[in-house]
DNA sequence: CCTTGTGCGGAGCGATCTGCTCCGCACTAC
DNA sequence: GTAGTGCGGAGCAGATCGCTCCGCACAAGG
């Protein structure tokens, strides 16, 4: 049975591959763009050789972490419109782009070429967004005075956990699962803060997508003289 | 007139030595643990020769950036404590530490020997804080089920800001102060999800003060077997 | 003018770390 | 036994690191 062992073989290869990205992901959440390939290829339990062949550069291997990334965010953002609630459908997509664990990526943007597939995914992903919250306006659910850009930051600020990073790093496992727990208690506290009515007027008008749209650029030559 | 002379060394190393802790915190902000020391001193304007008089090392420059940090959190809470008015005492407490650009030092954390002094006022910090959501719960302002350390955890979300950050490094100064005000605007979002009473409970009870105790502490060697 | 004192910048040193290559090994099918 | 296949990790060349140290600019006193 040459087929079985194939796929035996390939089953393998796509656990490895699986194992690869999860512990890059983490890798790069701590160590930010200098994360070393030998860490992510330890954090796996693989060799760099097994990294190396499937991912020939480690840019490359960024670039599809990044890939993996914009898609969670835009899966986030169309499985919120799926839900036929506005809040609830916003609420999921928050709590799932918080949660996606591709928070840290932002560590990496304007380290890698920004592919044509990344920037049209990205671009999807905002503009569903903006539905979202469009839709959760008209249903008096959002509060009126922030807009899709704040709620973008939000997601921002709330992507990384740093007290996760430092505890997965000291090895104490023990805490992570209650730092976890905390972290969404800290989602609900902000949730809670976007419903309508607002209690508060926010300061300063809501900020514009421009904040963003440098972020998938290549950095210039650092301080050229 | 040599004191005059005098005086006007101390000064200019006097502004040195600011622009250097100023500098030394951007940089850890950006670059988290792995900040070089030649980077510093050439964002602060000076030579490395200035840096290492001062400091005869990196990680003394590194405590006494964190001492400074830990001072400034509790002079934040204390300020809390001085207002009358419990609500506006919370929120000046909050808004102050996490915006005291201190917030990317938690990433040095447990990279340097944590002194005496340092550990003794990050105790007296946590006391004010905890006395301060004590008197904001008693008050009936501060929703009844977030705890001391849940606003210690947000109050580590919002402190970084990775967006400027970037748009720093990438020399958009144009752009930063549109993200410092959005900032502004999702501080303001999360304090008024903080606000009593609350519209939903929160999952999970709150966390407790262990995990943020191992946060000062020296790194295990990595993965030892 | 020269001498002395003082704080500064940054070239450069050795050690460490980086991305990446490549070869020996374990394992299976025949 | 032989051939095929995917794996781990030692090791290489170069980049980067923390840190030292020396030449320089400049002011005061002679």
Known sequence: MESARKAARRAEVERNDRALLRAARAVVAEDGA???VATIAARAGVGVGTLYRRYPTKEQLFQHLCSLA???YLRAAEEGLAHD????????YLTAAVLSGTGGLGAIAGTITVTEEMSATAARGDAAAEELVRRAHDAAVLRADVGPVDIALLIEQLGRSPLVEQLTQQGRTDLVEAAEHARRRVIAVALDGLRAPAPT????PPPGWELF???WRL???????
Chains 1, 2 share one sequence.
């Open 201 to 204: 007027p926010l300061p300063d």
């Open 213 to 215: 749209s440098e972020r």
């Open 70 to 72: 914009l898609d969670d």
């Open 219 to 225: 950095p210039d030559g650092p301080t050229a003289p």
């Open 34 to 36: 200098h994360a070393a």
């Open 85 to 92: 609630d506005p809040w609830r459908g916003f609420e999921h």
